[in-house]
């Protein structure tokens, strides 16, 4: 994935442990300033939802038949889920621009 500003070209792959684990739609680039907007794309949202829908009903299936079987398939379903996201973001979208320039807003 392509973690460059769309306008100055700086890598934000590295950035500010607050704005890391809060994901913002968007934000300020720290070089040049401008507004940029996370691009996510249809693939990457698929399979978050993907993995998470099926986290959810094995918990809740392990959790109404008392399967401690059905837990840990449920977990390992997640394990799996977060290498295919790494996976989806390294290799399928390579190339895929992580940030796009944000429309502007008219003024007040």
């Known amino acids: 994935m392509d973690y460059r500003c769309p306008v100055c070209r700086v890598s934000l792959k590295k950035r500010k442990l607050g704005q890391t684990v809060i994901a ?15 691009n996510v794309h249809r693939v990457e949202t698929f399979a978050f939802l993907s993995i998470c829908a099926a986290f959810i009903v094995l918990a809740a299936s392990a959790y109404r038949f008392q399967s401690q079987e059905l837990m840990l398939l449920g977990l390992g379903v997640a394990a799996v889920g977060a290498l295919a996201l790494t996976w989806i973001d390294r290799v399928y979208l390579r190339d895929w621009p992580r940030y796009l320039l944000a429309p502007s807003r008219p003024g007040p």
Request: charged share 35%.
């Open 24 to 38: 913002r739609m968007e934000m300020d680039c720290p070089h040049c300033k401008n507004r940029v907007q996370m």
